[in-house]
């Protein structure tokens, strides 16, 4: 384009010789315009997403990624028994989820030989990269296996890691009884406050919580809260918790005494099983009364089941 505005005006006695001034600016100033959006044009084709395009041809063909490899042979083992050969490959290279996948597949025995202590080996091989991998360790050093000998405090490190990197609710449940055992109270408040936050698994973490306070173990004293927690963790079928709350309401630690409710958690506590079965709360009260609590704790046991256990020893992929 710019040869032309040079010939243009070059040539301007000859071709354009009948051409007034303000007519030949009108047509230099368009050809100029011109130029600059073929410019423009070229700048935009120069930052065009190749990435992208390659992304859309690539899933348009089929091509595989490694990821999706390594996915397909674990989910080939797991649901077939079949070798994970691929899986391995990629597990030798170091990739770490192919061998926390390898490390699942020994403990559980699918694919390969059921054997926990190289479940161990490989879950070690790459716990460093993958708090999935830290987490199974943790749970394996926890509660022992076949070969692998319990080791509670040799635990802590790989559930601290898959605590603080994925914030695994069983994760953080466990930490907290390794705390308890430690008396290491603030950090284990620390680790209930972000269960309470997360809202999961109330059941453990609601016991814990309600018994630091009522215990005077806790950094704040408040019955309330404690009750509240206390609650939560009835709700799932905690026995101890409900003895724990009844004896909350009954001596009236929130400053309100309560033996009407401290007789329904009583009830509470001696059907979820693991406690003593005195009946401390009805002893004092009128034989209409304690068949009203009885009668109202049926109700709440007829329409709020036992649910399932929570699963601490399985690992995860």
Same mark, same amino acid.
């Given at each position: 384009?710019?040869?032309?505005?040079?010939?243009?005006?070059?040539?301007?006695?000859?071709?354009?010789?009948?051409?007034?001034?303000?007519?030949? !600016?009108?047509?230099?100033?368009?050809?100029?315009?011109?130029?600059?959006?073929?410019?423009?044009?070229?700048?935009?084709?120069?930052?065009?997403?190749?990435?992208?395009?390659?992304?859309?041809?690539?899933?348009?063909?089929?091509? *595989?990624? %490694?990821?999706?490899?390594?996915?397909?042979?674990?989910?080939?083992?797991?649901?077939?028994? *079949?070798?994970?050969?691929?899986?391995?490959?990629?597990?030798?290279?170091?990739?770490?989820?192919?061998?926390?996948?390898?490390?699942?597949?020994?403990?559980?025995?699918?694919?390969?030989? =059921?054997?926990? $202590?190289?479940?161990?080996?490989?879950?070690?091989?790459?716990?460093?990269?993958?708090?999935?991998?830290?987490?199974?360790? @943790? !749970? /394996?050093?926890?509660?022992?296996?076949? @070969?692998?000998? =319990?080791?509670?405090?040799?635990? $802590?490190?790989?559930?601290?890691?898959?605590?603080?990197?994925?914030?695994?609710?069983?994760?953080?449940?466990?930490?907290?009884?390794?705390?308890?055992?430690?008396?290491?109270?603030?950090?284990?408040?620390?680790?209930?406050?972000?269960?309470? /936050?997360?809202?999961?698994?109330?059941?453990?973490?609601?016991?814990?919580?309600?018994?630091?306070? /009522?215990?005077? =173990?806790?950094? /704040?004293?408040?019955? %309330?809260?404690?009750?509240?927690?206390?609650?939560?963790? !009835?709700?799932?079928?905690?026995?101890?918790?409900?003895?724990?709350?009844?004896?909350?309401?009954?001596?009236?630690?929130?400053?309100? !005494?309560? *033996?009407?409710?401290?007789?329904?958690?009583? $009830?509470?506590?001696?059907?979820? @099983?693991?406690?003593?079965?005195?009946?401390?709360?009805?002893?004092?009260?009128?034989?209409?009364?304690?068949?009203?609590?009885?009668?109202?704790?049926?109700?709440?046991?007829?329409?709020?089941?036992?649910?399932?256990?929570?699963?601490?020893?399985?690992?995860?992929?």
């Amino acid at each position: 384009m710019i040869l032309l505005h040079v010939c243009i005006i070059c040539n301007y006695h000859h071709p354009f010789k009948k051409m007034n001034i303000p007519t030949f !600016v009108l047509i230099l100033m368009a050809v100029l315009t011109a130029d600059a959006q073929a410019k423009s044009e070229d700048d935009a084709k120069s930052s065009f997403d190749l990435s992208a395009l390659y992304s859309k041809f690539k899933a348009a063909s089929g091509i *595989t990624t %490694t990821q999706q490899i390594i996915q397909s042979d674990f989910n080939a083992a797991l649901t077939n028994n *079949t070798s994970p050969t691929k899986l391995f490959s990629y597990a030798k290279k170091g990739d770490p989820s192919a061998c926390n996948y390898v490390g699942y597949l020994f403990e559980v025995g699918k694919g390969v030989k =059921q054997d926990s $202590v190289k479940a161990e080996k490989w879950f070690l091989y790459c716990a460093k990269n993958n708090p999935k991998a830290a987490y199974n360790l @943790g !749970v /394996i050093y926890s509660d022992g296996r076949l @070969g692998v000998l =319990q080791d509670k405090a040799r635990a $802590v490190p790989y559930l601290k890691k898959a605590w603080s990197e994925l914030h695994l609710p069983l994760a953080g449940i466990r930490l907290a009884y390794w705390y308890r055992s430690q008396k290491d109270w603030q950090s284990e408040w620390d680790v209930l406050t972000t269960l309470e /936050i997360g809202k999961k698994y109330p059941r453990h973490w609601g016991y814990l919580m309600g018994e630091m306070i /009522i215990m005077k =173990q806790a950094p /704040i004293y408040d019955p %309330t809260k404690a009750n509240n927690a206390l609650s939560l963790a !009835v709700d799932k079928y905690n026995g101890q918790a409900a003895e724990l709350l009844a004896y909350s309401l009954g001596t009236g630690l929130n400053g309100t !005494v309560d *033996t009407y409710h401290a007789c329904i958690t009583e $009830v509470f506590a001696e059907t979820f @099983g693991g406690v003593s079965g005195t009946a401390r709360w009805r002893s004092g009260m009128s034989d209409s009364d304690v068949a009203a609590c009885k009668g109202e704790a049926a109700i709440w046991l007829s329409k709020n089941k036992r649910p399932e256990p929570i699963d601490f020893q399985s690992l995860i992929y």
